[in-house]
DNA sequence: GCAAAAGTGTTAGGAGTACACCCATGC
DNA sequence: GCATGGGTGTACTCCTAACACTTTTGC
């Protein structure tokens, strides 16, 4: 069978990741310079078009690292954006996704093929991007604020374990707010999603603190 | 712009609905005979390929529309589903959504361009389908339970209003358990999502029921 | 008067939130 | 000994879940 209706002709698939970070205390998202047509030289969210032999986040891996270096990064689903002219080019549906990485423990590949530039931006000093990416990065940040709730996202950013001060920060970034110290421990400790550890460490303050570890 | 790589040619956006009723106490879904390759004669969820000019949603009606004879269907998003052999023709992207309409009050066209016969299965009884769309309403059911909860789906099926045992009875066959009566009105009152109104009407009982209607 | 369904209130447990004091350590 | 941050417990509210009796009506 071969398609030869011109309307279904042209369309496409685009994979994108919003990748954050978070460091000394604000919420940042990794952002590139297009080298190419459409939004050449615009600042953009990492990702690019499906290859029709591989799999959504198969090829969004590949997109990833093509365009930043990063390897093997978790995602997770966040939204589908789809109207008819989100692409100058041809129709194209935007599947996209988050992610979580320590900018400060990988370095980030600022002249690709496809690239000029890479940088994180703090989430509110996003300049105006190409394509549809400042509405994706609204809604990847609602996402964002969800899933650091329900699930390990945050492990990256702690392979030997953390201590909960340490956690409370992240999230406190994150969430953009502050959060009781008590409370925080309750819920935290209530999911059943880390476990404490035997070591202690010292963090901001002088006493040392238990180290926690993600399940 | 043209585009000249392979790997970007062939590729192209499903968009499907599971579409739900309720009818004596059992949720099903509808489903259509296919008249044409792929998957030649077997049951299906209703949808198709989007045309390169119409939106996801628009894409959606038209597809029911012609399959159906539905016309204006609410319909809530519910996942995607992108596996790159999930079609045997080519590339294909499911965007999945759910519906929700009273089967008693609309009729559904058996014989259409594409479809040779249209049925109401109980989601029990959904024989092997087209493509993955077995997989497609499972989930669809988990997004029907969560949506029900949280939004005015069922107002298709009260166009004049519902009384409180009506309406859980409803809720009881989708989330397919029963409810406390008690506990049901405090926690449909205190939604905020529907209001009492002066009339009465007697349901399975002998005893008059107050009528309330979705805000 | 009785069967059938509608209507109603109380209690207990769990989650979230607000809030204040003591502890360990480094200087 | 004091400043800094780590650790902890209690009270209130809200939501959920369990549970039994009275009311209305048709027959």
Redesign the pocket.
């Known amino acids: 069978m071969e398609v030869t209706n011109p309307k279904y002709e042209h369309q496409g698939i685009h994979v994108i990741a919003s990748i954050f970070t978070v460091d000394k205390g604000d919420l940042k998202v990794l952002l590139v310079k297009r080298k190419n047509e459409p939004f050449k030289n615009s600042w953009a969210l990492t990702g690019g078009a499906l290859y029709n032999d591989e799999d959504l986040e198969a090829g969004l891996s590949r997109e990833i690292y093509e365009k930043t270096g990063l390897k093997n990064m978790e995602v997770k689903f966040s939204k589908v954006f789809g109207k008819k002219d989100r692409s100058p080019v041809m129709r194209m549906i935007a599947i996209t996704y988050i992610g979580m990485i320590d900018a400060s423990k990988v370095e980030i590949a600022k002249d690709t093929l496809k690239t000029s530039n890479a940088e994180w931006f703090k989430i509110d000093e996003v300049p105006s991007l190409a394509y549809d990416h400042n509405e994706i990065i609204t809604e990847a940040i609602k996402t964002l604020k969800d899933e650091i709730l329900k699930t390990d996202l945050l492990k990256v950013f702690f392979p030997k374990g953390f201590?909960?001060?340490?956690l409370q920060k992240i999230y406190e970034s994150i969430l953009d707010k502050k959060l009781?110290?008590?409370?925080f421990?309750?819920?935290i400790l209530?999911m059943d999603m880390i476990t404490a550890t035997e070591e202690e460490k010292?963090?901001?303050?002088?006493?040392?603190?238990?180290i926690y570890k993600f399940k």
Chains 1, 2 share one sequence.
């Open positions: 201590t909960l001060p340490e009781d110290r008590r409370n421990r309750k819920k209530n010292t963090f901001e303050g002088k006493k040392k603190a238990k």
